[in-house]
């Protein structure tokens, strides 16, 4: 089993444009696990690249997994004294992805994450009792500017599905502050300001997909079997919280939006969604929804 938590199908073929090489600061790097990369052409790039990155890396003192951060307090203990207001930003974000998505979105899965990691990495398959002890359900989330706690023990929460794209829109919000009008940010999730310096919209590459021009908006894409739990591949990392079943319906779904939050947010639950769930949820902040069967 691969720790990633997806198959990074968005790749920047900006970097391959004519005269960028050259004038373009083209920074690498990792968040949140996956590869992250800015690319900006402006007289003062690597100073404004250098605040970047250390925004990226406190945002991800509160958001990571795999580190000392808020939320790993907030899974060990279940409670959060004083939460960031990024905390309390995306939180309210993932409310209203949970409500618009009729439960497909719920970072309350983890538990049942890692479950299934546990038992695969045993050599068995996570039985029906067992899935049925875990405890689930955004609805058992309480959150305020005074803490975060669960209503129920033995809760957890991922924000895996949808912190790279917030953090994505954290950094373009910072770039835009400074003046900035044309970057491009990679965080796992994509956020594209402005145009590449040919003066043309970004070109960004999605692997089985088509190339798509990008400006002023987001894209995330998610790909269930692009992370798997057993060794045969068959098994999925993107769960249903309905139903406690990896029941991915789409191979792969990538989102244009107007902030990749909510490009990472759909892309993750509109795998688990028909055609009919998705169109019920609405069309509010996308650009587009391409699925891949």
Not at 124 to 129: F, K, L, W, Y
Not at 173 to 200: C, D, H, S, W
């Amino acid at each position: 089993m691969t720790t990633r938590r997806r198959f990074l199908t968005i790749l920047a073929g900006a970097a391959m444009l004519p005269g960028l090489a050259g004038a373009a600061v083209n920074w690498r790097g990792i968040a949140l696990g996956a590869e992250a990369r800015i690319i900006l052409d402006h007289p003062d790039a690597d100073l404004l690249i250098a605040r970047a990155v250390a925004e990226i890396s406190r945002l991800e003192s509160l958001f990571s997994l795999h580190r000392d951060s808020q939320l790993t307090r907030l899974n060990q203990t279940g409670i959060l004294a004083n939460p960031a207001p990024e905390m309390l930003e995306l939180l309210s974000i993932c409310a209203v992805l949970n409500a618009r998505t009729a439960g497909a979105f719920d970072p309350s899965i983890q538990p049942l994450w890692a479950l299934y990691a546990r038992s695969f990495a045993a050599g068995i398959t996570p039985g029906a009792g067992q899935i049925a002890k875990i405890q689930t359900g955004w609805q058992h989330l309480r959150f305020s500017p005074s803490q975060v706690s669960f209503a129920k023990p033995d809760m957890a929460l991922t924000l895996n599905g949808i912190a790279q794209g917030f953090i994505a829109d954290k950094i373009a919000a910072l770039f835009r502050a400074q003046g900035v009008q044309n970057v491009l940010v990679n965080t796992g999730e994509i956020m594209a300001l402005g145009t590449a310096p040919n003066g043309l919209a970004w070109p960004v590459n999605i692997i089985n997909g088509p190339e798509l021009p990008l400006s002023n908006a987001a894209i995330a894409t998610s790909a269930p079997l692009g992370t798997t739990f057993d060794a045969k591949g068959a098994i999925g990392h993107i769960l249903d919280p309905r139903t406690g079943q990896p029941g991915a319906q789409w191979a792969q779904v990538s989102v244009t939006a107007t902030s990749a939050a909510l490009a990472d947010g759909l892309s993750t639950a509109f795998c688990l969604m028909s055609t009919a769930e998705i169109n019920a949820a609405g069309r509010a902040g996308v650009l587009d929804i391409l699925t891949f069967a």
